[in-house]
T-cell receptor
Framework: DGGITQSPKYLFRKEGQNVTLSCEQNLNHDAMYWYRQDPGQGLRLIYYSQIVNDFQKGDIAEGYSVSREKKESFPLTVTSAQKNPTAFYLC?????????????FGPGTRLTVT | SQQGEEDPQALSIQEGENATMNCSYKTSINNLQWYRQNSGRGLVHLILIRSNEREKHSGRLRVTLDTSKKSSSLLITASRAADTASYFCATDDSWGKLQFGAGTQVVVTP
């Protein structure tokens, strides 16, 4: 059963704490992406990775960090430096980085920081 | 940066009616994709249309692309309550990354 999973579905944290969101895919895709979605808005790209041990900043990378030690895993850490971390976070993967291919999305993690 | 802009922002129709939404973009593209998002869920890919294509069909979906006007439209025919969702267009930039619009929220009432 191929797909992309994110955990947890809901996450609550206190301000000032770092938090790591999990993203795993078993589609054998090279490229993986992290997006942030705020209410009533589209997706904004945080980070993306085209290959293991390589990743690039997206449009809103400040306050976030990622790693890509394994092809199937692309965790996102929301650091205390992120000014407004409460949002819906979506992970996606595609065969490769080119926009020629569709992206497959996980179910998302809703992060609430108080 | 957001390249695609959907219009209208929201659309309410009755079951059986057609729903049309539009997407405009600013710079040249290689292809344009449409996605659907049910409330609180991830996005699901609907259709991809390449810059050299003008129209594409998939089931009850019809997508058109007019590169001279930098616009695309998504038509859902004979809508169903299950079509209630937000619909996003996405265009690829020069680096191959997708730029998503803010979406059109569609509500189909029985």
């Amino acid at each position: 059963d191929g797909g992309i999973t994110q955990s947890p579905k809901y996450l609550f944290r206190k301000e000032g704490q770092n938090v790591t969101l999990s993203c795993e895919q078993n589609l054998n895709h090279d490229a993986m992406y992290w997006y942030r979605q705020d209410p009533g808005q589209g997706l904004r790209l945080i980070y993306y990775s085209q290959i293991v041990n390589d990743f690039q900043k997206g449009d809103i990378a400040e306050g976030y960090s990622v790693s890509r030690e394994k092809k199937e895993s692309f965790p996102l850490t929301v650091t205390s430096a992120q000014k407004n971390p409460t949002a819906f976070y979506l992970c996606a993967s595609s065969i490769d980085r080119r926009g020629t291919y569709e992206q497959y999305f996980g179910p998302g993690t809703r992060l609430t920081v108080t | 940066s957001q390249q695609g802009e959907e219009d209208p922002q929201a659309l309410s129709i009755q079951e059986g009616e057609n729903a049309t939404m539009n997407c405009s973009y600013k710079t040249s593209i290689n292809n344009l994709q449409w996605y659907r998002q049910n409330s609180g869920r991830g996005l699901v890919h609907l259709i991809l249309i390449r810059s050299n294509e003008r129209e594409k069909h998939s089931g009850r979906l019809r997508v058109t692309l007019d590169t001279s006007k930098k616009s695309s439209s998504l038509l859902i025919t004979a809508s169903r309550a299950a079509d209630t969702a937000s619909y996003f267009c996405a265009t690829d930039d020069s680096w191959g990354k997708l730029q998503f619009g803010a979406g059109t929220q569609v509500v189909v009432t029985p």
